[in-house]
Every structure is written in structure tokens, then in C-alpha cells.
């Protein structure tokens, strides 16, 4: 297993949180600031969790990215959309009964025609229309990840940055 | 590092040699004492350390090479640099040798040479001086540290005690049922904690829980649940009618699931509740995002059970829903139940491989709770990376 990291990224108010390798944290002070200022910030949109690459989330973690579902939830925000590839991952988040406070989808590549790949029950064409936008700005930010013109922060590094 | 204002002594028997190279150090910044021979400097330096001496080699009387060896004995630091007339290799190599920070050669033609030899011996000497400083402060931490963490490490053993005092004891029988349970904790103290009681002597409840993180704040919070959780069966009568026996696991867990919340210990907890009707063998369980899922085994086949649910301690209002399986009435079987820590030490890579890995194992292996951690080579972990329980519940015929 690769050791662990947590990146985040933020475009038109959309936060990208991408986990990769064996993630584990055990100093989690922090992340509850990170939390705070992400919500506080005036354009705030959503949260996408991107866990293609990761291989195994610890207990603390999970329970972090439930506590960003629920304070989004309390403000009125869409719950936050996990994209899972990973058939372990998948099946952990299920067994925690966190398809109820995420959106769990396989893939954030979006159709030319506009058709999501989405393993997701029916819903409004309103709130598609919101996800759509918020799978877009994924996207983007892992274009210009791989054009190096914006790389995803280590969270630490950000942490560090709101001190 | 500013060198000027430093004390510097000088000596050599040629008075005008002496006192154009003190007026030319004296210009540069540093405080100069001069000595014409190496029997007064001697006794001058002894009560004026200074930080750095010059000496001529040759002079009549104290020569500059027993100086030298005199300030050595009494100082085994002090830079000493020496001035010596062309010619005395010998006398130069035998400076070195006793640990002259460098020489000149008379007559010194640029005087500049002198000052950055003077400079450069005093920034090495103060380096040395730094460092054993830092190296006396760094010994003087790690004598400090290591005694903070034995003091952690009792404190530890102690937590330990006071925990273990509250885990049932263990191989017991209740109504043809027994129960029997391991705890191989990460640090000295355990985030995972199991419990049961047998109820209105029919009624076999437990459970097996992991509290997030681990060490001190885990431990406490498993031995406030089960003060909780005891609290819970005295005050309401549970599981000692059919219809509680059907419904209560989910009361217990929305129970704990508040109380946790409203204490505000900032953990959370996978949990497996289970009761067993030991008259009929239906259970009734409920799953708290616990994995592995417990399983059961008979006819030599280890299944898992099935069920989801969320952690306890996160959500305000969650529900969880109360499974029912009925365990073998005349054939023997065995329920074994694992908190995630199991996980990390088996061999596959990730999660679903994980899984067929365990039952695999299990299907094999329907010994003791000692013959099941032999098998998953538990027993043989110098320190498990994550807390390890086993709870292991079956019917057969006690030898």
C-alpha cells in the first residue's frame, strides 16, 4: 500500500478533496479548521470526495467526511458527491450506511451529450443540473492537474497557509 | 558572528614585531594583550582567559612550542596560532602536532592573512563550543523525554488495568451457549472493548465495539459505554419479553448513539449488538458500520451475516435497522466476530479479498478463539497496527 495523503483543491467555489493510497489520520485538530473556513467561504459550493486512488480509509477519517455531510447538510447545501471506483472503498461506505449523505458516484467523466454515468436514483432534473456542474469543475481542476498548471495542495500545506 | 572586541594575547621577545601586529588587530576591532615572553603570558592568561593566543616559536626562555603545551594542559580548546621564522618546518610540525589552529611565517607581509586566521580559528572554536552545548542540551531533552514517557508508559499500564477490570470474564456459559473473547490491543490501551450479560436467563445479549483512534481517549470512552450500556438494561428492563427481545437492540443503539453525541467526546464507534434467545437460538443483531461483518459457522462453512448501518456517534437521528438469523438449534455452530483491526494484518491488499481470505480461514478453522488467532498468525504480531477483538460465541459440548 502507498502511504497516505489528502490533497484539496477549490474551483468556482467547488472543493475537490482527493484522498490517495492507505489513508490514515490520526491528527485530525486541524482538519476540523479546514472544515470551518471551507464552509465559510462566501462561494462556497460543494464538496466533491475523490477516492479513485485511494486504497483504504481509516475509521477517523470517514468519520471527518461525514461531519463535512452533515454541516453542509445544516446549511442547506447538496451532500457532497464521493466518486469510488474502488469496489472495497465502495463496499466500506455502504457498510457504513453513508449512501445516505453522499452521492456516491463511479465516475465523474461526463458524456459529450450531456449524460451522466451515474449510479443514482431518479432525481430532479434541477438537482442533475447542479451535479453536472459540480462533476464540471472536478474535471477541470484534474485537467490542469495534469498540465501542471494548478496541482491539488497537500492538505497540510493549506492547513498551514490559513494559520 | 561579530568578532571584534575580543581578548587576544600576543607574545613575542622582537618588542616592534609585537606592537606593529597588536596596533594592526587593534585597528581591525579586537582587544589586544601583549607578553614578551611565554613564562608571563602563562601567568597572565591563567587569571585573563582570553579567546585566542598568537605566539612566536622562538623566543628566549618559555619558547613558543612549551607555551603551547602548557596552554594545552590547562585549556585543551584555546586557538593558538603560531608565528615562526621561515626555515622551521620541524618546529611548525611539531606546533600542529600539539594542536596549533594554524601558523604564519615571519615576517608577515600581509597582515590581512593574520586577521582571517585569527577570525577563522575563533568561528571554529566557537563552533565546537556550540555544539557540545547543543549536544549537552539535546542529552539533557532525551533524558527528559525518556523519563516523561516511562511516566506515560505507567500510566498506560495502569489504564490497562483499570480497563481489563471492566471486560467480562471470559469463557463462560450462559443456557448451553458459551462465550468466549481476546483483546490484543495496539498500545497498551485498547479502543475496543466487548461485553455481555445473560438476561431474564434466556436472553444472551452482546456486543463488540471500536472506538476511533486509540490509546488513552479510546479506552475511556469503552469504559464509559459500558457504564451506559449497564445503565440502560437496569433502568429499562430490557430484552426480558419477546417483543423487546424483537425491538430493543436499535433502542440500545439509539441510545448510545445520543448519549455519545451529547457528551461531545468528538469519537465515534463501529459496533456489533447482538441477542441470542438461547430457548430457540434466533438472534436478533444490529450492524453499526462494523466490518468485517461477523460470521457464522456450521457444517464446516463460514458465511457472513449480513446488515449495514451507520457508526454510532455521528448522526443525530439515525435509525438502525434489527436484523434476525436463526442460528442452529441441533448442530453445532460457531459466530465469530472481529473488529476491523483483523483487517490490517491479513495478507490481501484490500477490503473484498480481505473478506474471502477470513471466511476462507474460518471455514477451516472451528477451534478455540486461540486456534483462530494461531491460524491468522495474530498471535505471532509484536504490535498490531490497530487494535485487535475477537468475540466468539458457540454451542458446543464443553470438554
Request: proline share 4%; glycine share 6%.
Given at each position: 500500500?502507498?502511504?497516505?495523503?489528502i490533497?484539496?483543491?477549490?474551483?468556482?467555489?467547488?472543493?475537490?478533496?482527493?484522498?490517495?493510497?492507505?489513508?490514515?489520520l490520526?491528527l485530525c485538530l486541524s482538519f476540523d479548521s479546514f472544515i470551518?473556513?471551507?464552509?465559510?467561504?462566501?462561494?462556497?459550493?460543494?464538496?466533491?470526495?475523490?477516492?479513485?486512488?485511494?486504497?483504504?480509509?481509516?475509521?477517523?477519517t470517514?468519520?471527518l467526511?461525514?461531519?463535512?455531510?452533515?454541516?453542509?447538510?445544516?446549511?442547506?447545501?447538496?451532500?457532497?458527491?464521493?466518486?469510488?471506483?474502488?469496489?472495497?472503498?465502495?463496499?466500506?461506505?455502504?457498510?457504513?450506511?453513508?449512501?445516505?449523505?453522499?452521492?456516491?458516484?463511479?465516475?465523474?467523466?461526463?458524456?459529450?451529450?450531456?449524460?451522466?454515468?451515474?449510479?443514482?436514483?431518479?432525481?430532479?432534473?434541477?438537482?442533475?443540473?447542479?451535479?453536472?456542474?459540480?462533476?464540471?469543475?472536478?474535471?477541470?481542476?484534474?485537467?490542469?492537474?495534469?498540465?501542471?498548471?494548478?496541482?491539488?495542495?497537500?492538505l497540510?500545506?493549506?492547513l498551514?497557509?490559513?494559520? | 558572528?561579530?568578532?571584534?572586541?575580543?581578548?587576544?594575547?600576543?607574545?613575542?621577545?622582537?618588542?616592534?614585531?609585537?606592537?606593529?601586529?597588536?596596533?594592526?588587530?587593534?585597528?581591525?576591532?579586537?582587544?589586544?594583550?601583549?607578553?614578551?615572553?611565554?613564562?608571563?603570558?602563562?601567568?597572565?592568561?591563567?587569571?585573563?582567559?582570553?579567546?585566542?593566543?598568537?605566539?612566536?616559536?622562538?623566543?628566549?626562555?618559555?619558547?613558543?612550542?612549551?607555551?603551547?603545551?602548557?596552554?594545552?594542559?590547562?585549556?585543551?580548546?584555546?586557538?593558538?596560532?603560531?608565528?615562526?621564522?621561515?626555515?622551521?618546518?620541524?618546529?611548525?610540525?611539531?606546533?600542529?602536532?600539539?594542536?596549533?589552529?594554524?601558523?604564519?611565517?615571519?615576517?608577515?607581509?600581509?597582515?590581512?592573512?593574520?586577521?582571517?586566521?585569527?577570525?577563522?580559528?575563533?568561528?571554529?572554536?566557537?563552533?565546537?563550543?556550540?555544539?557540545?552545548?547543543?549536544?549537552?542540551?539535546?542529552?539533557?531533552?532525551?533524558?527528559?523525554?525518556?523519563?516523561?514517557?516511562?511516566?506515560?508508559?505507567?500510566?498506560?499500564?495502569?489504564?490497562?488495568?483499570?480497563?481489563?477490570?471492566?471486560?467480562?470474564?471470559?469463557?463462560?456459559?450462559?443456557?448451553?451457549?458459551?462465550?468466549?473473547?481476546?483483546?490484543?490491543?495496539?498500545?497498551?490501551?485498547?479502543?475496543?472493548?466487548?461485553?455481555?450479560?445473560?438476561?431474564?436467563?434466556?436472553?444472551?445479549?452482546?456486543?463488540?465495539?471500536?472506538?476511533?483512534?486509540?490509546?488513552?481517549?479510546?479506552?475511556?470512552?469503552?469504559?464509559?459505554?459500558?457504564?451506559?450500556?449497564?445503565?440502560?438494561?437496569?433502568?429499562?428492563?430490557?430484552?426480558?419479553?419477546?417483543?423487546?427481545?424483537?425491538?430493543?437492540?436499535?433502542?440500545?443503539?439509539?441510545?448510545?448513539?445520543?448519549?455519545?453525541?451529547?457528551?461531545?467526546?468528538?469519537?465515534?464507534?463501529?459496533?456489533?449488538?447482538?441477542?441470542?434467545?438461547?430457548?430457540?437460538?434466533?438472534?436478533?443483531?444490529?450492524?453499526?458500520?462494523?466490518?468485517?461483518?461477523?460470521?457464522?459457522?456450521?457444517?464446516?462453512?463460514?458465511?457472513?451475516?449480513?446488515?449495514?448501518?451507520?457508526?454510532?456517534?455521528?448522526?443525530?437521528?439515525?435509525?438502525?435497522?434489527?436484523?434476525?438469523?436463526?442460528?442452529?438449534?441441533?448442530?453445532?455452530?460457531?459466530?465469530?466476530?472481529?473488529?476491523?483491526?483483523?483487517?490490517?494484518?491479513?495478507?490481501?491488499?484490500?477490503?473484498?479479498?480481505?473478506?474471502?481470505?477470513?471466511?476462507?480461514?474460518?471455514?477451516?478453522?472451528?477451534?478455540?478463539?486461540?486456534?483462530?488467532?494461531?491460524?491468522?498468525?495474530?498471535?505471532?504480531?509484536?504490535?498490531?497496527?490497530?487494535?485487535?477483538?475477537?468475540?466468539?460465541?458457540?454451542?458446543?459440548?464443553?470438554?
Amino acid at each position: 500500500m502507498k502511504p497516505g495523503s489528502i490533497k484539496v483543491a477549490q474551483h468556482e467555489g467547488v472543493f475537490v478533496i482527493k484522498m490517495e493510497g492507505d489513508v490514515r489520520l490520526t491528527l485530525c485538530l486541524s482538519f476540523d479548521s479546514f472544515i470551518e473556513s471551507m464552509f465559510g467561504q462566501s462561494d462556497f459550493k460543494s464538496v466533491v470526495f475523490d477516492l479513485t486512488d485511494a486504497e483504504a480509509i481509516d475509521s477517523t477519517t470517514l468519520g471527518l467526511m461525514a461531519k463535512i455531510s452533515i454541516n453542509g447538510k445544516a446549511k442547506q447545501f447538496e451532500d457532497p458527491i464521493v466518486i469510488s471506483r474502488n469496489p472495497s472503498i465502495t463496499r466500506l461506505l455502504v457498510t457504513m450506511g453513508f449512501e445516505d449523505i453522499f452521492q456516491i458516484v463511479r465516475d465523474a467523466d461526463i458524456a459529450l451529450d450531456g449524460e451522466l454515468p451515474l449510479e443514482i436514483e431518479q432525481e430532479d432534473a434541477d438537482e442533475n443540473a447542479v451535479r453536472d456542474k459540480v462533476l464540471e469543475a472536478h474535471r477541470t481542476l484534474m485537467n490542469l492537474n495534469e498540465n501542471n498548471k494548478i496541482t491539488f495542495k497537500e492538505l497540510v500545506q493549506s492547513l498551514e497557509e490559513q494559520q | 558572528m561579530s568578532q571584534s572586541g575580543r581578548r587576544l594575547l600576543v607574545i613575542d621577545d622582537d618588542t616592534i614585531v609585537r606592537q606593529s601586529i597588536a596596533a594592526y588587530l587593534e585597528d581591525s576591532g579586537f582587544l589586544v594583550h601583549q607578553e614578551a615572553d611565554g613564562h608571563s603570558a602563562l601567568t597572565w592568561l591563567m587569571d585573563n582567559p582570553p579567546c585566542l593566543v598568537l605566539t612566536d616559536l622562538r623566543m628566549p626562555g618559555t619558547d613558543g612550542l612549551t607555551l603551547l603545551k602548557a596552554i594545552r594542559e590547562w585549556d585543551v580548546e584555546l586557538p593558538v596560532i603560531v608565528i615562526s621564522g621561515a626555515g622551521a618546518v620541524h618546529d611548525v610540525a611539531e606546533a600542529l602536532r600539539h594542536g596549533a589552529s594554524d601558523y604564519l611565517v615571519k615576517p608577515i607581509v600581509d597582515m590581512e592573512v593574520l586577521v582571517h586566521s585569527i577570525r577563522r580559528a575563533l568561528e571554529r572554536h566557537e563552533l565546537i563550543i556550540e555544539n557540545r552545548q547543543y549536544r549537552l542540551e539535546l542529552e539533557k531533552a532525551n533524558k527528559e523525554l525518556k523519563e516523561y514517557i516511562r511516566v506515560l508508559e505507567r500510566d498506560q499500564l495502569a489504564g490497562r488495568r483499570v480497563q481489563s477490570k471492566l471486560l467480562p470474564p471470559p469463557a463462560v456459559s450462559f443456557g448451553g451457549i458459551n462465550v468466549d473473547y481476546k483483546i490484543i490491543p495496539s498500545l497498551y490501551l485498547s479502543g475496543d472493548f466487548v461485553d455481555y450479560g445473560f438476561l431474564s436467563n434466556r436472553y444472551l445479549a452482546f456486543y463488540l465495539t471500536d472506538v476511533s483512534g486509540h490509546g488513552a481517549a479510546s479506552a475511556f470512552v469503552t469504559v464509559w459505554l459500558k457504564q451506559i450500556v449497564r445503565r440502560f438494561f437496569r433502568e429499562q428492563e430490557i430484552f426480558n419479553t419477546k417483543d423487546s427481545f424483537e425491538r430493543d437492540t436499535a433502542s440500545l443503539l439509539k441510545l448510545i448513539n445520543k448519549e455519545v453525541i451529547r457528551s461531545k467526546v468528538g469519537a465515534h464507534m463501529t459496533c456489533f449488538v447482538g441477542v441470542i434467545d438461547t430457548h430457540t437460538h434466533e438472534m436478533r443483531y444490529v450492524v453499526a458500520g462494523h466490518l468485517p461483518l461477523p460470521l457464522l459457522i456450521a457444517n464446516g462453512r463460514a458465511e457472513y451475516l449480513e446488515g449495514k448501518g451507520k457508526p454510532l456517534g455521528i448522526f443525530e437521528d439515525a435509525e438502525w435497522e434489527v436484523q434476525s438469523i436463526q442460528l442452529p438449534l441441533q448442530q453445532q455452530f460457531s459466530l465469530v466476530v472481529f473488529s476491523d483491526g483483523v483487517l490490517e494484518v491479513l495478507p490481501p491488499d484490500n477490503l473484498i479479498e480481505k473478506e474471502n481470505y477470513l471466511r476462507n480461514i474460518l471455514s477451516k478453522q472451528q477451534g478455540s478463539i486461540e486456534d483462530i488467532c494461531a491460524a491468522l498468525q495474530i498471535n505471532s504480531l509484536d504490535a498490531a497496527p490497530d487494535d485487535i477483538a475477537v468475540l466468539k460465541i458457540d454451542n458446543e459440548m464443553l470438554k
